[in-house]
């Protein structure tokens, strides 16, 4: 879900910079993660200079145009999120047995553990993260990697460490959109003052967003821009192409045992789940749109909290703009640094978009936007192609791709059409890119070819093979 804390679970849909494309995002697009980046010896320095003077509107403009990056340095972060299942009885794990998992893959395959009092709530290895998000799924946040195959490395090493230990456990992992068996009240709930707080917010600001934090998972790929131009090249690119990648990913088509009616029940769920962190962000495609524009957004999207000695502050309702007034009566008179708006913001672009899936969809997401963003050519096609979409024809992929995918009908022809035609651009990227990583692409290439998703074999194996049983689905599609 992806969210980060300090200041806020604030984010929309796309990203933009930081690591993690699809926006210079407020932390949170609707999705659960809260992710804390690390402080550079500039941020620390201007956070020191804060603590005397009020931070500015400036201050943060500066902060993101840090981000930009030469090309040498440019890196791809990739985070899935995986549903922990009981082997025995299909369903979801709980806390205890999260705990026992952490624990575990810690005294055999190290790492520092994250605790939050006395619970344990994630493991730092290196330049990785494993978390857990409210519903007790569990993340990998990877670490910054220059090639698609050291990308494959991690995941898989990952996957090797976790299914060790949950099979010693009983746990089983499974990759999909949304959780294809259990209701909303069978789900656990992890013991984090962020989720908690989330979870009394999110009814209030939608009829989803309690699905999409307990009953969904996503991969998602982080990348670098190196100039305010270049982020606005790609974050425009990635919020008009989000459906395009849902559509060609979907694999959420179950609920509660049952064909829901969707192909990216995931995705349709962000449809209504706090429209001030989700949706397509039009200003972004204004001739005046860069880093103060953007800037100017993400003041005023509500907070959900700030963390003050080790403790999460309820703020919903209140903006990151009100408190640099001095104005959140839960910490009155206190203005923020530097440090509480990292937290908030990453310099980076956030892809999020695609349902969780098998191993290989963990890897195939990021060769597509990768092909894409990081490549001029196919960059400069891409911009051409979406140049006279407009904002209605956007919300209606959004709106449509969910239930229709690669069928949707745009403009006198199929989803499928343009799917074809990106996954071309991103396998000639690649290809330039001279790291011998477009084979990432061959089974995405299958689905846009052949027209059928994961998503679509699934329902035709509950229709068929499976005889409207959604069980098989955790023993045949288990990592």
């Given at each position: 879900m992806a969210p980060t804390p300090a200041c806020a679970l604030v984010p929309p849909p796309p990203a933009l910079p930081s690591a993690r494309p699809c926006a210079l995002v407020p932390t949170n697009s609707g999705r659960r993660r809260f992710a804390v980046a690390a402080?550079?010896?500039?941020?620390?320095?201007?956070?020191?200079?804060?603590?005397?003077?009020?931070?500015?509107?400036?201050?943060?403009?500066?902060?993101?145009?840090?981000?930009?990056?030469?090309?040498?340095?440019?890196?791809?972060?990739?985070?899935?999120?995986?549903?922990?299942?009981?082997?025995?009885?299909?369903?979801p794990i709980n806390y205890q047995q999260i705990r026992d998992l952490l624990n575990?893959?810690?005294?055999?395959?190290?790492?520092?553990?994250?605790?939050?009092?006395?619970?344990?709530?994630?493991?730092?290895?290196?330049?990785?993260?494993?978390?857990?998000?409210?519903?007790?799924?569990?993340?990998?946040?990877?670490?910054?990697?220059?090639?698609?195959?050291?990308?494959?490395?991690?995941?898989?090493?990952?996957?090797?460490?976790?299914k060790a230990v949950g099979e010693e456990l009983g746990i089983g992992f499974l990759g999909l959109g949304f959780q294809p068996n259990w209701a909303l009240s069978d789900m656990p709930i992890m013991p984090k003052a962020k989720f908690e707080i989330a979870r009394n917010y999110m009814p209030k600001v939608g009829s989803s967003g309690l699905d999409m934090m307990f009953r969904t998972c996503s991969v998602q790929v982080n990348l670098d821009y190196g100039s305010e131009q270049d982020m606005i090249m790609k974050l425009r690119a990635a919020i008009a192409l989000q459906p395009i990648a849902t559509a060609i990913f979907a694999n959420s088509p179950f609920k509660e045992g049952k064909l829901s009616g969707f192909l990216s029940l995931r995705s349709y769920t962000y449809t209504d789940t706090d429209s001030d962190r989700t949706g397509m962000l039009p200003f972004v495609f204004d001739s005046s749109f860069g880093f103060e524009r953007y800037m100017d957004y993400v003041l005023d999207v509500p907070m959900y909290f700030v963390c003050r000695n080790k403790r999460h502050i309820n703020c919903t309702g209140m903006s990151f703009r009100d408190f640099m007034a001095g104005k959140l009566p839960q910490v009155p008179g206190e203005r923020p640094t530097l440090n509480d708006w990292e937290v908030r913001l990453k310099r980076f672009l956030e892809m999020r978009g695609a349902d969780g899936g098998p191993f290989s969809t963990l890897c195939a997401?990021?060769?597509?936007?990768?092909?894409?963003l990081y490549d001029d050519e196919s960059l400069r096609c891409i911009t051409d192609m979406i140049a006279d979409w407009t904002s209605e024809e956007r919300d209606m992929l959004r709106r449509k791709v969910p239930v229709t995918g690669l069928k949707t009908q745009f403009r006198g022809g199929y989803v499928r059409d343009l799917a074809e035609n990106l996954v071309k651009l991103a396998k000639d990227g690649l290809q330039r890119r001279g790291h011998m990583e477009a084979g990432f692409l061959d089974e995405v290439d299958e689905v846009v070819s052949t027209g059928v998703t994961q998503a679509e074999k699934l329902a035709k194996l509950y229709k068929t093979k499976w005889q409207h049983n959604v069980d098989p689905v955790f023993r045949e599609f288990i990592y």
């Open positions: 402080a550079s010896p500039l941020v620390e320095e201007a956070v020191r200079a804060t603590e005397a003077e009020p931070l500015t509107k400036e201050d943060l403009v500066a902060y993101l145009a840090s981000g930009c990056k030469p090309r040498s340095d440019w890196r791809i972060g990739t985070e899935h999120e995986k549903f922990g299942f009981q082997v025995e009885t299909l369903r575990g893959v810690a005294d055999r395959f190290g790492g520092h553990r994250v605790m939050e009092g006395n619970n344990i709530v994630g493991l730092k290895q290196g330049s990785q993260n494993i978390s857990m998000e409210p519903g007790g799924q569990i993340e990998l946040s990877g670490a910054p990697l220059e090639t698609l195959h050291q990308t494959r490395a991690e995941v898989n090493s990952h996957l090797c460490q976790v997401l990021p060769a597509f936007w990768v092909g894409l």
